[in-house]
């Protein structure tokens, strides 16, 4: 019986019938149910859930949804009946002040143990500015932390016709954020990926079905760590 309908009852009962004894006894028993039922309660946090708040790198763009790196981080840890559900809340085209609109609500829905925080490429390709871009990441890691979740952010490299400076003082963006957190950081999602043509679609910016299984394996050795 959840603490919740073990309140009711209680509360019922006591209305109709109120003896004071046998209320007494009836509400330290609810309380007692709910401080022992984890995940119901302040002191029984339980979270499982794996949140990926990204933009089309995540979403899969032009490819298979099961064939993007999201879906196989989920059937490798075990899909929905697994330790872990991952949710996939991506968005092709995405930015991070989208994101950022976004989150609220994904975080009260999931209440996820990690967030993974993947945006700002579309940011970067429209020319924002750096400064916009940096401070609604750092909203999105702050809100994500004061919910209680842990935070994986994967970096994002630009096209090199961007020009060397921009894409450098974009790409430290999230090593200061990485340090100014100290949080887990995968320096580049792309890494193995963006210069192997084959591997890219023909814009040149979005990897191929075949290529999803190494953007896992840049993601995973950052994130395997905060499951445990």
């Known amino acids: 019986m959840t603490s919740t309908l073990t309140h009711i009852i209680a509360t019922v009962f006591c209305w109709i019938v109120k003896p004071a004894r046998i209320c007494s006894g009836l509400r330290r028993y609810a309380a007692l149910v709910t401080l022992l039922t984890p995940g119901l309660c302040m002191g029984g946090d339980v979270r499982s859930a794996v949140l990926v708040l990204g933009d089309s790198l995540s979403a899969g763009h032009d490819i298979e949804i099961t ?6 981080l989920a059937e490798r840890l075990g899909g929905s009946a697994g330790a872990h559900q991952v949710i996939n809340a991506s968005v092709s085209g995405e930015t991070t002040r989208g994101g950022l609109d976004r989150l609220a609500s994904a975080l009260a829905r999931h209440v996820p143990l990690v967030v993974v925080i993947e945006l700002g490429g579309n940011d970067g390709l ?20 004061q919910a209680g979740a842990r935070v994986l952010l ?23 954020l990485g340090a100014e957190f100290n949080l887990a ?14 591997l ?18 840049n993601v995973w050795p950052y994130l395997e760590p905060l499951l445990e």
């Open 154 to 176: 994967v970096g994002i490299e630009l096209p090199p016709n961007y020009g060397p400076a921009y894409t450098t003082k974009f790409r430290e963006i999230y090593v200061e």
């Open 126 to 145: 429209r020319g924002l500015q750096l400064g916009e871009t940096a401070k609604n990441l750092r909203a999105l890691v702050a809100q994500s932390l």
């Open 200 to 217: 890219m679609q023909d814009d040149g910016i979005h990897p191929r079905a075949q290529a999803q299984l190494r953007l896992l394996e």
């Open 67 to 72: 064939e993007g790196w999201v879906h196989l």
């Open 185 to 198: 950081l995968v320096p580049s999602l792309l890494e193995g990926v963006a210069l192997v043509p084959a």
